[in-house]
């Protein structure tokens, strides 16, 4: 085999020792696996999160009816299950495309009309994996989509341990394969029906076929993987690639370093071959849409997604009671607007260290293995590759939806760094020390242990983790404003408050009591609230009114790089204003990070009689002026 040298690569020739790598594998599916048999998950889902109500209702209409098509009979039987309904379900009319045949030049012309049956629609997201979830569901019912992650969970610990194996010690490997599904928020993905986990194995696994013959020869192999250090290897990767492609266009990307690698080596025919096979699956997936619906792509055309009403619903709901939803252009004014440059230089930092979405407390497994990588003696060219294909995603990722690049809608983490997140295994360079190894494990579970110990409680209520603990430290996303998870809880966002200068409040944090009116609003005692302001570009200085308990307090304020500590006397009320910077740009208007700690605190009930029961620290009275 062609390629780097043994020394760099460590490719050599005894035989595997893929028995840890076996073992770490069969011990996260028996933890994921035990979950995915025995959970009652409609009732630990609480209802759907994200896109989960779309790409539940395809897998179970194909495990059903065989078919794509929304009717009736599909949104009863989500009603079995789920007593809500399908909240956030995405659904685009169909098309009737006609072929005509004549002597005018292209001599073939497709006519489009609106489809005839008023009584189906069809489903506005890519098929792909509901299609490979589909026979799990047949077999489990709702709980297949669990096992069916599990066991991708698990083949892609056995798939890591194996390379890594082949550079390094084995129980090596299998620990640092381990770390990068556990000590990641990955894990929690398993209890959501959306394609993440299906994303990022598909992706590892063929980068794993792609490039498992660089660290490895064919006599080191089994009689049953030999295939993996031949040209087949190759085939198998692209096909995956181009399915995952298919479920999300970007993830074209990661196909180009392979045909680069085989034309830096001089072999054209195989990158030409990977290329037609890559081309071919692709262009059938798209042609199997057309053929569905009448238009080749999934997100476009007449589509909307729909929260509490839903068409074929009693009572004579339709299809436009939804919200139009349709993607299906560039968006260039956002893009290329006027606060382009500032936004992606925020995002560039948001992306790694974000409180919601940075990949240091989320997937820090991938920071380990990015620093392994730089501070890595030698490096071998395929590893400049993966490492190109990385950088090029995540600049697509951060220029291409700069206002939501993370997947918004309630997610844990990033959901659209996902498919990248085991790339970096192939970045490592090999490791001699267990203790070393375990770092990206001990690091990353400090800041998930708490999601991925609950991930229902934590799909439910994706905002909570980030109140407490070291996630906390971190900055908040302000290009993300309106898509950060605590908008899942509407009566903390966007809440209007007025003055001169009218603005929105959105509370990170549950360390505030909210009236059901714009007024005031307590900050618990001996607690930290943040929150965010967001206001015109005219306004200058944030005015807060305090009234403090029957206790004495001290409040300290946080904004715009100003603090302000206020020691309060029992009962007293100051005022006082803050001197504003020109905040983060977000969608014409501005955006502000607001801290305030109450020191102390008080319950009411046993203060001043009654039945208040709160434990208030601080009232607080916010305004905004010119």
């Known amino acids: ?156 610990v056995l798939a890591g341990s194996a390379f890594l194996a082949a550079r390094m010690h084995p129980g090596v490997a299998a620990l640092l394969a381990a770390g990068l599904v556990l000590g990641s928020v990955a894990p929690s993905y398993v209890v959501w029906t959306t394609p993440e986990i299906f994303n990022f194995a598909l992706v590892f696994l063929a980068y794993f076929c792609w490039l498992f013959k660089e660290v490895t020869e064919e006599r080191a192999m089994g009689r049953g993987t ?34 680069l690698l085989w034309l830096a080596r001089k072999r054209p025919r195989r990158a030409v071959l990977c290329g037609a096979v890559f081309t071919a699956i692709v262009l059938g997936l798209f042609a199997v849409n057309i053929g569905i619906t009448g238009d080749w792509n999934f997100q476009g055309g007449d589509r909307r997604t729909y929260v509490g009403a839903f068409p074929f619903l009693p009572g004579g709901a339709d299809f436009n009671v939804g919200l139009e939803r349709a993607t299906d252009r560039v968006l260039t004014e956002i893009i290329f607007g006027p606060d382009s440059w500032t936004v992606l230089r925020h995002n560039l930092g948001y992306f790694f260290v974000g409180r919601y979405s940075g990949i240091v407390p989320y997937f820090f497994p991938a920071v380990f293995a990015a620093m392994a990588f730089l501070l890595a003696r030698r490096r071998a060219g395929w590893q400049w590759l993966v490492c190109g294909a990385i950088v090029a995603e995540v600049v697509l990722m951060l220029v291409w939806n700069p206002y939501n690049y993370f997947g918004g809608g309630g997610v844990l983490g990033n959901r659209y760094f996902m498919s990248l997140y085991g790339l970096f295994l192939f970045l490592l ?68 408050y007025g003055g001169e200068v009218p603005f929105l409040m959105y509370f990170l944090d549950g360390n505030v009591y909210l009236p059901s009116d714009a007024s005031a609003f307590w900050v618990r005692g001996e607690s930290v609230s943040d929150s965010l302001v967001r206001g015109p570009a005219h306004a200058r200085r944030l005015v807060l009114t305090l009234t403090a308990g029957p206790r004495a307090n001290v409040v300290t304020v946080r904004i715009a790089g100003r603090t302000k500590r206020i020691e309060m006397t029992p009962d007293q009320t100051t005022t006082f204003s803050v001197p504003l910077d020109s905040g983060f740009p977000y969608l014409g208007t501005r955006v502000w990070t607001l801290s305030i700690k109450s020191r102390s605190g008080f319950v009411p009930m046993f203060t001043l009689g009654g039945v208040d029961n709160r434990f208030l620290g601080v009232q607080v009275t916010p305004s905004l002026m010119p």
């Open 226 to 259: 030999r295939w993996l250090t031949s040209p087949a290897s190759d085939v198998v990767a692209v096909a995956l690639l181009a399915v995952v492609s298919f479920s999300k266009p970007p993830n074209a990307l990661l196909a180009v370093p392979m045909g």
């Open 429 to 496: 360079p090999p490791i001699g020390s267990a203790a070393v190894a375990a770092i990206p494990w001990v690091v990353g579970t400090l800041f998930t242990a708490t999601i991925t110990l609950n991930p229902f409680h934590a799909a439910f209520h994706p905002a909570d983790h980030a109140a407490r603990g070291l996630v906390r430290w971190l900055p908040v996303e302000l290009s993300l404003t309106n898509d950060l998870p605590i908008n899942t809880s509407e009566s903390r966002v966007k809440r209007p």
């Open 1 to 156: 085999m062609s390629g780097d040298s043994a020394a760099l690569t460590g490719r050599g020739s005894a035989a595997l020792d893929m028995r840890p790598g076996a073992l770490a594998a069969i011990l996260v599916i028996a933890l994921y696996g035990g979950l995915a048999v025995s959970v009652d998950f409609p009732r630990a889902a609480y209802g759907f999160q994200s896109d989960e109500a779309t790409y539940y209702m395809m897998a179970h209409s194909l495990a059903r009816d065989g078919d794509l098509t929304y009717r009736r009979g599909d949104l009863v039987d989500v009603w079995s299950e789920f007593p809500a309904g399908p909240s956030g379900l995405f659904l685009k009319r169909g098309r009737d495309l006609e072929l005509h045949l004549d002597g005018n030049l292209p001599f073939v012309h497709i006519t489009s009309n609106p489809d005839g049956d008023a009584s189906r629609l069809y489903y506005g997201k890519s098929f792909a994996y509901p299609m490979a979830a589909a026979p799990w569901v047949l077999a489990f019912g709702t709980n297949g989509f669990l096992l069916f992650h599990t066991v991708l969970l698990g083949l892609v």
